[in-house]
């Protein structure tokens, strides 16, 4: 399948066969021969994939059904770019192509080969083969398919585990224990109320906070924040997350940080969390979490977090955000002031020189672009923020 027709170099481009754009192509030759489907609306890419398997193994049509596919059989499956499209694009059919053989067609897949093989000069799709071991009778195939080759156009690697070399550590990383279990209560509806809105305050900021990483990091810190809070409202809603326990809570939330959320700033959310969980369970004070044990605890996760980062306030990160809301709410045990406190160390950052990371060597040329609004602040700080908010939007109610 290809959303177009390849390019011949020197040929006139009127010559050219050319698709529009909102048609996809099904078959065509490795030659810009015609396909033998022209789609006018592009489908999905599970439902390109659907159609593409059900031609390719499918029996209902007697004229194509060359090669017989049963249950369990066992395949060889090779997805192969035909030139125009990225790695992460084409990593993507291959995920898709391999979960539908499996979970539609329950073929068993012992090898997946993908790459670029052999293309259509810079054809934007993709091929699917696949070879039947099952049915092929001969038990020397795969043994013959996995033997090097020094032709250019096979770039299979194949690496086992005994050429792995074994990994000496040369660090350690002290981690402390799970926190014993607390008698911290919570309130399941206060919580769940107060973790939507923080999830809603991402979601709604996401593209800014975007904008922001795009030229100051790596583009990817709104996008990280919204995946933790994806992860978050998913384990609410299916029951996988303790709400009336707030240490249990610290921890479900840790446990998802560090399956969705990646980047600086998902290790960082880790570490803070998984202290903030251990300082609240070893506080024996009181049955239900008050401002006293809060900020305490706040306070002991912001000292861990600084045994793991060089990062302090005035060094343009979340820290400009984080460490002004925990000093303020032990200072003065008022939520909104804190919020508030935080709200101008984030803003503060837009007039901060970076220390850290990508920020630290973006060219004046690309900041001066948000001199209206008084300079580029730290996204990372901006994330803070907006989760704080959200807490005190429900809070102040």
């Not at 990225?86 to 073929?107: I, M, T, W």
């Not at 195939?141 to 086992?160: F, R, Y």
């Not at 583009?219 to 933790?228: F, K």
Request: aromatic letters at 6%.
């Amino acid at each position: 399948a290809s959303l177009d027709h390849c390019c011949v170099p020197g040929r006139d481009p009127s010559q050219q066969i050319s698709l529009g754009p909102d048609e996809i192509e099904i078959g065509m030759g490795i030659h810009n021969e015609p396909g033998v489907e022209k789609l006018s609306s592009i489908p999905t890419r599970e439902e390109l994939v659907q159609k593409l398997l059900r031609t390719l193994v499918s029996s209902d049509d007697i004229d194509r059904s060359f090669v017989p596919f049963h249950p369990f059989d066992e395949v060889v499956l090779l997805v192969n770019n035909l030139g125009g499209i990225s790695n992460l694009e084409l990593g993507v059919f291959v995920h898709l192509v391999a979960s539908q053989l499996r979970q539609n067609y329950k073929l068993n897949i012992v090898r997946v080969l993908a790459g670029t093989f052999m293309t259509a000069l810079d054809g934007p799709g993709f091929s699917i083969t696949l070879l039947n071991l099952t049915r092929a009778g001969d038990d020397r195939i795969l043994e013959l398919l996995d033997l090097p080759s020094a032709a250019p156009g096979w770039t299979v690697k194949q690496i086992s585990s005994q050429s792995i070399p074994p990994v000496a550590l040369t660090a350690s990383v002290e981690v402390s224990p799970r926190p014993p279990s607390s008698t911290l209560k919570a309130n399941p509806d206060f919580i769940k109320s107060l973790l939507f809105a923080a999830c809603r305050n991402i979601a709604k900021n996401e593209s800014q906070i975007t904008q922001y990483d795009t030229v100051a990091g790596d583009g990817d810190c709104g996008t990280t924040l919204l995946d933790g809070c994806n992860g978050i409202i998913k384990a609410i809603q299916s029951n996988e997350i303790c709400l009336d326990n707030v240490v249990q809570l610290v921890l479900g939330i840790v446990d998802i940080v560090e399956n969705c959320m990646g980047g600086t700033s998902g290790g960082i959310y880790a570490i803070f969390l998984s202290a903030l969980a251990q300082a609240l369970g070893n506080s024996t004070e009181s049955s239900e979490l008050d401002v006293g044990t809060l900020s305490r605890s706040l306070m002991f996760a912001l000292d861990t977090l600084y045994r793991y980062t060089r990062a302090r306030p005035g060094d343009r990160t979340l820290i400009d955000s984080l460490a002004p809301f925990v000093a303020t709410l032990v200072e003065t045990s008022n939520l909104c002031k804190a919020v508030a406190a935080s709200r101008s160390g984030f803003e503060n950052t837009r007039k901060l020189q970076a220390k850290f990371g990508r920020a630290s060597y973006v060219s004046d040329s690309a900041i001066t672009n948000f001199d209206d609004e008084g300079g580029l602040p730290d996204p990372g700080a901006l994330g803070v923020v907006v989760i704080l908010e959200g807490f005190l939007s429900v809070y102040k109610k």
